[in-house]
């Protein structure tokens, strides 16, 4: 089982589901993968879109810099 990480935050929609797409396809069974992404349409659109693709939202937490949250999925 893997870990790996994504950072979003400068990329817009459609943008930020495209790279979160990308990576997760990487992803083998077990693999988790830490997204950190901004308020608004990204967080509301990749978590979605991500169950939507069947992986599984582990945790949405507040990151340490304001208006940014990490979100983990897992295949």
């Known amino acids: 089982m893997a870990n790996y990480k994504l950072d979003i935050t400068k990329e817009h929609c459609p943008m930020t589901f495209v ?8 992803l083998k069974s077990g693999d988790t993968l830490e997204v950190l992404l901004t ?4 967080l509301e659109n990749v ?3 991500s169950t939507e693709q069947g992986f599984k939202v582990l945790s949405i937490n507040e990151a340490n810099v ?3 949250h ?4 897992q295949k």
Do not use: A, Q
């Open 19 to 26: 790279k979160t797409k990308i990576e997760l396809s990487k």
């Open 39 to 42: 308020d608004g349409e990204p």
């Open 70 to 73: 990490t979100v983990v999925f």
């Open 66 to 68: 304001k208006g940014t």
């Open 47 to 49: 978590p979605r879109s």
